[in-house]
């Protein structure tokens, strides 16, 4: 077995649908590739529908993960996966044409510290309000096929269109059950927390984008709502801060942190005079000051 995909999933069964769909329509049966669903203790219909599917898709596996949260999901899917490698893809996304022949490609060279991934674009549940900038919803690590720089290598992929090799992930920290998301309730930095931690243990590991293993997104309403995304940004810059503080040296945390903010403050200060004229450009003076914000709550 080459490779398993996993989808974890939490009482979203109609997106789980065409998620599944997405995948199945690119494996087409393959004998060296298992599909893993992960329910982390859902209490809608999805496993009568994971039921139903196995009927027809023997290569389908059904598991489920009692306690709460992204992260413990995400650490049981390496317990009882077959494959080699294991890519992640997200309940409520799917995968775009060419996904899994682009991975497939990278795989054949079966190399265990390259880690994969590739961009993810929205699909919106309602139009955006002018003022937000859609690009904040876009999540691009490179411009085209390559590797990373160890800056972006220590912040990694996205959790929901990434792949890495099982050995890799049993010689490395599990993701950290303390962060990330728990049923509905919003949480973030498993993701980085696992690859910065990864990265500085692991100098010989790499992180390689791959712009045709590209996945779309949904996102819902209550996710442009001004005040869900001045929390989200708040709360992902204290979570940088803290990782910064933590797994840096004293002298280096200070460097980054006053970068970022100086960085932040030049953008604050030009999309004040540009939001006049661009309406996006709101959007981007609020992130800078919620960045800035979130930073400054973290150390004081």
Known sequence: MVLSITVCTYNRVEFLKNCLKSILDQTQGSPIIEINIIDNNSSDKTYDYI????????????????????????????????????AFVDDDAIINENWLESLL??????NEDIIYGGPIFPKFESEPKKWIDKNYFIRKFKKNNGFLGTIKSKEGFSGGNMCISKNLFLKSDSFNTEIGMTGGNL???EEPDFFYKLVKKNKEVKLYNISEMSITHYEAEYKLKRE????????????FTQRTIFHENFIFAIIILKTKIFV??????????????????????????WIIRGIVQAIF
Request: proline share 2%.
């Open 264 to 289: 932040q403050f030049f953008k604050l200060i030009f999309s004040l005079f540009l939001q006049l004229f661009i309406p996006n450009h709101k959007f981007k003076f609020l992130k800078s000051f």
């Open 105 to 110: 490609e990278e795989l054949k060279n079966q």
């Open 51 to 86: 039921l139903e599917m196995q009927k027809k898709f023997p290569e389908i596996n059904y598991f489920v993960e009692k306690k709460q949260g992204i992260s413990h999901a995400r650490n049981l899917s390496f317990k009882v996966c077959k494959g080699n490698f294991l």
């Open 187 to 189: 949480g973030l930095g």
């Open 228 to 239: 869900y995304l001045k929390e989200r940004i708040i709360l992902n810059a204290n979570q």
